[in-house]
């Protein structure tokens, strides 16, 4: 069966550099999305893209990230200059179609620590 | 706005039945959903009830929604040690790009 898989599975980083976190969606797949989950808190959603253009995007995804779509597999989320506070699990996901219903199928996560 | 609660932990025997709660404030949404997260894995979409429906079945899982107190719950039927993870409750809205309001997750242990 067809998984969207991310990596790395986990990252460490020093306050201030810059990641990258890197999602394969499914192939036939053409709305992307990423969502983060602080330890203890709620999965929040980030930002959703399609045609390569963000499409929604929560008061989180400010300036310091962005996405991208590098090529025809790769969907990447850039977070610039990282904060003690972005240490979470970030989830990528995707689905074939934006509508309610289409169901949004996840990534395992890439755990990310800040220091 | 946009809120989604769940209690934390819910531990039950197996063969028992479960019952997870769900509640969320913005009654506009269109879409109700139940993921379930085994560890080291995805979210993993088990049901949905779209938010004109009062019940829906589902093999062994049952969803109920009261609209009016804005209460989601999914009952788990003869529950099993594999039925062990975390559930997460979540909404979608027309016209918000996909987006999903999720709650914290409720983390199901099934003790043998």
């Known amino acids: 069966e067809p998984e969207v898989t991310q990596t790395p599975s986990h990252q460490v980083t020093q306050m201030g550099q810059e990641v990258i976190l890197r999602c394969v969606p499914i192939s036939n797949h053409l709305y992307f999305y990423w969502y983060r989950q602080i330890l203890g808190q709620k999965v929040e959603f980030l930002v959703s893209f399609y045609n390569n253009e963000i499409s929604e995007k929560s008061e989180i995804f400010d300036d310091q990230f962005s996405v991208e779509r590098p090529d025809g597999s790769n969907f990447t989320l850039k977070i610039r200059s990282t904060k003690l506070e972005d240490s979470a699990m970030y989830f990528c996901a995707s689905s074939e179609e934006a509508q309610l219903l289409e169901t949004q199928y996840f990534g395992p996560g890439t755990r990310l620590l800040v220091l | 706005g946009e809120d989604v609660e769940q209690s934390l932990f819910l531990s039950v025997r197996e063969g028992d039945s479960s019952v997870i709660n769900c509640t969320y404030t913005d009654s506009s949404s269109t879409y109700l959903y139940w993921y379930k997260q085994e560890p080291g894995a995805g979210l993993q979409l088990l049901t949905y009830?779209?938010?004109?429906?009062d019940m829906k079945q589902d093999q062994r899982l049952t969803v109920l929604l009261n609209k009016k107190d804005k209460h989601l719950s999914l009952r788990i039927a003869d529950t099993q040690t594999g039925d062990s993870a975390i559930y997460f409750c979540a909404e979608s809205f027309y016209n918000q790009g996909g987006k999903l309001i999720f709650g914290q997750g409720t983390e199901l242990s099934v003790k043998p």
């Open positions: 009830i779209f938010s004109n429906m």
